[in-house]
Structures are given as structure tokens and as C-alpha cells.
């Protein structure tokens, strides 16, 4: 794979230069090898270092995807009754890789989708991944470069951002056994837990900040941690023109590690706080 990883950056080190012609067929052949590893989970645009717990990006593989945009044209696609005009092919395969998809999903190629994971109307772009196990539910979306963990649940209307350019920029990480709410957006590099819950209509990206509900300090910015129910809210800040409330998510509950939730129990929490997962 390092043999590879040399060949594509040399590639994009000639698109940069100018000299990367838009029909380049040798060109070609090394990028779509590059995809292909994507499309079969055997390569990630990035994952999780578990000695540092920090998010490891590998250049490379976005510029490959970069790289195919520049050297496909538009063609058709033709998937009665639908049809597709675009510069890269859906994905295949759902059946052999053990996938339900139902009608009005789709997800393009480049895109790894694991085993026993369900698509409902809903859309995954070139570069995501979406764990073994989890439920993908009508209208969510998943953005380009987006790493989904298994067994999550992408509630109904879920937006999960794409980040493709810059190569090194840190995309979504959405981690195991999470719960995202409808209606939630999650974008530009941000991270949710394992184990968490967001509860319904929650925005996180990096520019969020993150607070304890029980002391009030703030956690980081668009890191929700493992393991806690998440919601929501404001903030108040004072400005010239007058008082204002800002956006930030609030940590309502830290559970033990591994502690699965209680469906009743969890939806007891929310509703207190009149929010529903």
C-alpha cells in the first residue's frame, strides 16, 4: 500500500504543477486502485490512533479521491427508473457485502458500507465509511470523508458534514454504539464519542463548545466525550448591540464506561430536559 500512497502523491504533486492532463489513463488506473481499496473498507481516509486517542487523516487517499474527480467526466447512470448524471458511479455490491438498502438510498462509489449496516432513503458520499451495524435512517446524510463507527444509529434527517479539502483537514468521526438524534447536524472535523447520545435538533462543529452541565465548565469544542447524553442549548453573551445567546452542547449525563442505555431510562433524561432522541 506505501508503493500506492507514493504513486498518488506523486500524482497530485503533478496535478499542482499543471501537468496532470484531464485523460490520463495510466493516471487513472493508479487513482481507482486507490478508491478501490475505499470502496472495500481495506483503506479509511482516517481513523483513530488508539495509543493517542487523536485522529490520524491519510493525505493521500483524500488526494486520490481529488484526484478522480479531475480525471472522470460526466457520464450516465442509468437505475431504472432513476437516472444519474455525474462524474462517479454508484456503489454495487450491497447484497454479496451483506447490506439492506432500501429504494431512495443511494451511496457512491468509494464509499464502505460494513456488513448487517441498513441504508433507508438516504445518501453516502465517495470517501465515507460507515460501521457494521448501523442504521443509516430516511434523509440522513452522510458527507465525503465522514467516519460513522458501527452499530450508531444516524436518526431521521441527520446531517453528517463532508470534509474533502484540504487533504489534511480532520474529517467527521462519529464513533460506536452512538445515538444521534433527528435532526442533528454534525460537521466540519467534529466528534462524537463512543457510547454517546445526541439528543434531537443538536449542532456540533468545532467552533461548539462543550459544557458540563453539572459545573458548567467547558469540555473542549466540538468533542462531545464518550459515554454522556448530549443536548442542545445557549448560552448568553454580552455584546455591543445588546445580549445575545450563542449556541454550545450540554453534557446532561456522564455514564460508566461500556454502560449501555437504558431506552426508558434515556428518554427519561431528555424529556426532563424537554428534548427527545
Known amino acids: 500500500m506505501s508503493d500506492l500512497a507514493a504513486a498518488v502523491t506523486q500524482l497530485w504533486q503533478r496535478r499542482e504543477r499543471g501537468e496532470l492532463a484531464p485523460v490520463d489513463a495510466s493516471a487513472a488506473a493508479v487513482v481507482h486502485e486507490a478508491i478501490e481499496l475505499l470502496d472495500s473498507g481495506e483503506a479509511r481516509v482516517a ?3 488508539e495509543a493517542t486517542g487523536e485522529v490520524v487523516v491519510h493525505e493521500w487517499l483524500k488526494q486520490a479521491i481529488l484526484l478522480l474527480f479531475a480525471l472522470s467526466s460526466i457520464s450516465t447512470t442509468d437505475a431504472s427508473p432513476f437516472e444519474y448524471a455525474d462524474k462517479l458511479p454508484l456503489k454495487r455490491g450491497f447484497a454479496r457485502a451483506g447490506v439492506r438498502v432500501v429504494p ?8 464502505y458500507i460494513g456488513p448487517g449496516a441498513i441504508l433507508m432513503p438516504s445518501y453516502v458520499n465517495i470517501g465515507a465509511r460507515v460501521g457494521a451495524g448501523t442504521m443509516v435512517d430516511t434523509w440522513a446524510t452522510v458527507g465525503s470523508c465522514a467516519q460513522i463507527g458501527e452499530r450508531v444509529h444516524l436518526s431521521g434527517g441527520v446531517g453528517i458534514g463532508g470534509v474533502l479539502e484540504p487533504p489534511n483537514a480532520v474529517p467527521v468521526i462519529v464513533e460506536d454504539d452512538v445515538l444521534v438524534g433527528s435532526r442533528c447536524m454534525v460537521t466540519q472535523g467534529a466528534r462524537v464519542g463512543r457510547g454517546s447520545v445526541l439528543g434531537e435538533g443538536t449542532i456540533l462543529n468545532p467552533a461548539i463548545p462543550v459544557i458540563d452541565a453539572e459545573n458548567g465548565q467547558e469540555l473542549g469544542r466540538g468533542v462531545v466525550p464518550p459515554w454522556s447524553v448530549a443536548v442542545g442549548a445557549s448560552r448568553r453573551r454580552q455584546f ?3 445580549e445575545f445567546f450563542l449556541p454550545c452542547v450540554l453534557v446532561l449525563r456522564h455514564l460508566e464506561e461500556g454502560e449501555r442505555h437504558d431506552k426508558s431510562q434515556l428518554n427519561e ?9
Open 47 to 49: 481513523e483513530i490512533d
Open 104 to 111: 431512495g438510498a443511494s451511496a457512491r462509489w468509494g464509499s
Open 269 to 277: 433524561i431528555l424529556r426532563t430536559h424537554g428534548v427527545s432522541a
Open 240 to 242: 455591543p448591540g445588546g
